[in-house]
């Protein structure tokens, strides 16, 4: 998959995103256990993107909770090929 950063190789994206492995690692570990009444929604962004020569459209599914004081918090992350969902 490119990335719309032409001329960077995936050795040279990885290295520039390499800094934000921690920011990802304290998101996975967070614990949502003091929420009194969390909601829940999941929001959905289709993108294009360049795949094996061929523009696809795969569906950026985030899901969000939102916490007492309304602050909103991403808790999952998700990349579906929409191609191939059934429905």
């Keep these: 998959m490119k990335s719309g950063a032409s001329g ?9 995103c390499a800094p934000l492995d921690h ?3 304290k998101l996975r ?7 009194t009444l969390p909601l829940l929604w999941l929001d959905v962004t289709c993108i294009k993107c360049k795949e094996s020569c061929r523009v696809s459209n795969p569906a950026v599914v985030r ?4 916490d007492d004081i309304g602050y909103r918090h991403v808790v999952g992350l998700s990349v579906l090929d929409t191609e191939n969902c059934k429905g």
Excluded: G, P, T, W
């Design 8 to 16: 960077l190789s995936r050795s040279q994206i990885s290295r520039m």
């Design 23 to 25: 920011e990802v690692e």
């Design 29 to 35: 570990e967070r614990h949502f256990e003091n929420f």
């Design 63 to 66: 899901a969000i909770i939102l």
